[in-house]
Each structure stands twice: as structure tokens, then as C-alpha cells.
């Protein structure tokens, strides 16, 4: 590999599960692209210095994921109209100018891969969004494009899924409702699980009423961070029970041809990952 190859990576703590490098050193192949492209596990406290070295490096671009979402977006310097409505970031690109530019390709991915992959027609669905840190704002305003009927917001601090519920500004489609109150809320044809749990280790201890007769369920983790959701899921009797595998394919594809400017074929990438994971 060259000295002047583009160096990419993916910042995240942990992160050291990420499939990120091995989807966008796959696109490349495709497209024929000299690229690097590595992993950063970088603790919040150091995260916004290790930005700024990676890009004073001669960074060409950068995936974020847990926890560092919402400090990206505050980081850079102006905002695609994606990232500046859910105000959060998954990508971080350098400008000519040497300012920093951030956008999202969450919710646009997750609806793609639900309803392009999996053939999910959304419109209509009464839905239930498990978390309200960046991940559940990467996507839900997506949710609400796609048709959703309605969406609940439960989250163990309700004060951040009432913050969440305000800010889609939506009164008559989206409401918060306090964790303590899954028992009694009754059952979602769509249920999304926002949450880090899977990723740190904690359990979520969902009861199975949240599950509806046909309730699509989706983690948007992946691989063993979504074992015990998608296991309750199945358990639970929905009808499909899905990991974020997809969701991240099609939002590296949004990255890729934003940085490179060609599209290159998910399904491929998807299917040798399914297969291998």
C-alpha cells in the first residue's frame, strides 16, 4: 500500500467488533479502490482529541458509533441537512477548506434495509423505539418519513425520551412513556431496540406483551451485541426477528459514495457477511 492511500476509520468504544473495515475495504474492491481503512477505540473522554489528531493526520473520512454520536456532530464545523435534524453524526468528512463536515446515513440505512431487503412496507406501523441516545435519533425521523403510524419512546431516563419526542415535534404521532411502564403498554407491530445494551453487556428484560400477533423486531446492533433481543424476539413469537447487520451494509454504501462518489452493490457484501457471521 502506497504512502499516499487514503486512510480511513471507524471511532467507537468499544468498536473492536466492528465490521466497518472489512464492508468498506469490500466496497472498494468492487470499485477498484486503493484505500486503509482501521479501527479507533477511543474512550468519550479522549474522543474529541484523537478527531482532531486522525484529521491534523491527513484523515481522509471517519464512521462514529456508540458512544460518540452526538459529540461528533458538535465537533464539526457545519452539518448536512441529515445530521443538523437529528443532531447526531455517524460520518465525519474534511473539507478543502479545512473545516469538518458531519451527516448521518442511520435512518436512511435502516429503511432501506427494512423495507428494500426485507420487504417491510412501513406505513401504518404503531411503534415501539427502545432508547433515546443517537442511534434512536439517527433513525426515527426516518421512521416517521417511511409512514409509521405512530411511535412510543420508552427509555430509562425519561427525561431524554421526552427530549427525544419534542424534538421530532410530532404530538399526535410520537409520545414518550416511562421504562417502569412496559407491563402495561400494550403490544407494537414494530418494535426497534435503540439501546447500547447489547454492546455493554446489560440486559433488557422486555416483557413478551410488547410483541404484537405479526410485530417485526429489530436490533440495530449486530452479530453477539443483538443475541439476547433478537432471542426474546423469537421467543416472543414475532414475525421476523432481525439484527442491524443490513442497516449497517447500506449505511456504509451511503458513506462510501459520499467519500468516493460511486455506489457500490450491497447485497453482495450482505450476503458474504450473513454467511460468515
Same mark, same amino acid.
Given at each position: ?106 435512518? $436512511?440505512? #435502516?429503511?432501506?434495509?427494512? %423495507?428494500?431487503?426485507? =420487504?417491510?412496507? +412501513?406505513? /401504518?406501523?404503531?411503534? *415501539? ?98 443475541? $439476547?433481543? #433478537?432471542?426474546?424476539?423469537? %421467543?416472543?413469537?414475532? =414475525?421476523?426477528? +432481525?439484527? /442491524?447487520?443490513?442497516? *449497517? ?29
Amino acid at each position: 500500500m502506497s504512502d499516499d492511500t487514503l486512510r480511513y476509520t471507524v471511532f467507537g468504544h468499544p468498536v473492536g467488533h466492528s465490521l466497518s473495515p472489512r464492508i468498506h475495504r469490500a466496497f472498494a474492491h468492487q470499485c477498484g479502490i486503493e484505500l486503509d481503512y482501521g479501527i479507533s477505540d477511543v474512550p468519550p473522554d479522549d474522543f474529541a482529541a484523537a478527531v482532531r489528531d486522525f484529521f491534523a493526520g491527513g484523515g481522509a473520512g471517519a464512521n462514529v458509533t456508540v458512544p460518540h454520536k452526538r459529540v461528533a456532530f458538535e465537533l464539526a464545523d457545519n452539518h448536512s441537512e441529515a445530521a443538523r435534524r437529528v443532531g447526531t453524526a455517524n460520518v465525519l468528512t474534511p473539507q478543502a477548506d479545512g473545516s469538518l463536515r458531519a451527516h448521518n446515513t442511520d435512518g $436512511d440505512g #435502516l429503511v432501506r434495509d427494512l %423495507a428494500e431487503r426485507h =420487504r417491510v412496507d +412501513l406505513r /401504518g406501523h404503531d411503534t *415501539l423505539l427502545l432508547g433515546a441516545g443517537g442511534a434512536a435519533h439517527g433513525v426515527a425521523w426516518s421512521l416517521l418519513d417511511a409512514g409509521v403510524q405512530r411511535i412510543t419512546v420508552v427509555n430509562r431516563t425519561a427525561a431524554s425520551a421526552d427530549a427525544l419526542c419534542d424534538r421530532l415535534g410530532e404530538p399526535e404521532r410520537v409520545r414518550s412513556r416511562y421504562w417502569d411502564d412496559l407491563d402495561t403498554i400494550g403490544s407494537y407491530d414494530l418494535i426497534i431496540n435503540a439501546t447500547s445494551a447489547g454492546v455493554t453487556g446489560q440486559s433488557l428484560s422486555l416483557p413478551f406483551s410488547l410483541v404484537g400477533a405479526r410485530a417485526f423486531c429489530y436490533d440495530l446492533s449486530y452479530g453477539a451485541a443483538a443475541t $439476547d433481543f #433478537l432471542a426474546w424476539a423469537r %421467543a416472543a413469537n414475532a =414475525r421476523l426477528a +432481525l439484527d /442491524g447487520l443490513g442497516m *449497517l451494509v447500506e449505511t456504509a454504501a451511503d458513506t462510501f459514495e459520499l467519500w468516493h462518489g460511486k455506489r457500490p452493490d450491497t447485497e453482495v457484501v450482505y450476503r458474504q457477511l450473513r454467511s460468515t457471521s
